[in-house]
């Protein structure tokens, strides 16, 4: 729903905002600190097990009040009742958004349209439960009685990206009887390396679409079987080696995958929100279902959370705040995401998509043009590698970019003093973003070093790092099943205030419908197949199809 007919930017908490903005620009973060020894213990917040500092931000007190200040006024409480309430908070699509109900095992009933979905949400992960207990105890087998070693996961988008991060973050759980491999891309090395590596005997496919006609996914899925029956498979031995996750049970049938193989999906889940369904099978497989369901709890511990917490010390509206803060008052175009731990190394691939396809619009939900900013860049890589790489821009480029690092506080494999030393990188790149170094403290090091105050003066100004960058640091005891399901469900709920504020359908996606609609004429002109009279097209797409034709000699 609107908010109102005064725009966002002309009410009285955001201009109160912009003008505390203009008031702290020339505060820098060294001078916050020194003023106030307390506000690394004050500005920090728990939250289903996990652990926020964000003491190293552009804000003071006053600064949180006004963020929660606009918070109420745009109605984050009640909208946040109103997705767990089951509301229509996906307006355009006219449906509600209740990932959270996937990970609710309270039994308590909830409603989609006055019908109880908790049953059959559970009654799904009874026959997950199920499925993988056959896999695993070598009850479902291959075709010729092999068990299986294999599974090879096909989808893309939220069919993907959710099931490969989990599956990476939770390796100390694999229990090893299962190679986990995930095909996305149209791009047909992606399938070709992977069946070079699997025995079609002892392969299980599952095919991930919740609408079971994404192009990528159906021909991939194509080949899948095709390369199934060409090497010892036979039709009626798909059922064996085929399974699906679908909303689409009619197209799935029609794919030749047997009825009782199909788990299902549902329309209240949106696809980057539906690792948490039987989605989440190819993890299930691999880490066995308890720790799955335990990867469930976790997220279900920050929903209680965020649900029930007050605005000033509920983590995700905390990070949305501050967030937004950058976004609309400062001028931050990105935002990066900096997980400190191998095994989370695709979550900033995750959050983009999260992130990037929720809040990525340009008018409100009233269908009004935005006159603010909505969703930034979200980009990052996993540290102490970035160190090297991108973050010299960080500290001494023009843009401002306001960064998450994420570091659990135990690692799965102490390996001499490693862990110790990441964490020793992850605290010096924080810090250092926010101290920097000034002109005098650059020209006291060289001086030190004995240099000649000609050459002081001509290489201090490019080791000035101006510092004042802000960071949150995200804490976890250990990657976990529970730490790594709160650490995911606390972005998606960040994602969905900040999408509140910003008055945008946080759970719809038009804007990747163009492309699809456009690239089968696209397709259609490189094969030749278009039809006499079809659209007119730009002379750049023409002129690349052409040498694409020629190349092939067409
Ligand atoms: O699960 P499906 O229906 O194949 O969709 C895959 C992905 O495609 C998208 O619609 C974007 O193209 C995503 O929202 C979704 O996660």
Redesign the pocket.
Known sequence: MSQGSVPLNSRPEWQALKTHQAELKSTHMRELFSSDPDRASRFFVRGGGLSLDYSRNRMTDDTLAKLMALARECGVPERIEAMFRGDHINVTEKRPALHIALRDTSGAPIHVDGMDIAPEVERTLNRMEQFVDDVLSKRWQGHTGKAFTDVVSI???????GPKLVSEALRPYWHGQLKGHYVANIDGTQMAEVLRRVNPETTLFLI???????Q??LENSIVARNWFLNNGGSEDQIAKHFVAV??NTPEAVNFGISEDNIFP?WDWV???Y?LWSA?GLPVALTIGMENFRALLSGANAMDQHFHTAPLEQNLPVVMAMLGLWYNNFWGAETYTILPYDHYLRSLPAHLQ?LDM?SNGKSVTQGGEPLTYQSGPVIWGGVGANGQHAFHQLLHQGTRLIPADFIIPLETHNPVASHHVTLFANCLSQSRALMSGKTLDEAKAELKAEGMSDEEIDKLAPHKVIPGNKPSNTLLMDKSTPETVGALIALYEHRTFVQGIIWDVDSFD?WG?ELG?QMGKGILDRLTGDAAEGSEVIDSSTASLIQLYRSHHGS
Request: charged letters at 20%.
């Open positions: 989808g893309i988008g939220g069919s993907f990206l991930q679409s919740k609408s079971f006609r994404t990528e996914t679908t909303a999906m949106g696809g980057r539906s989605i998509q396809e996606q990747v699809k």
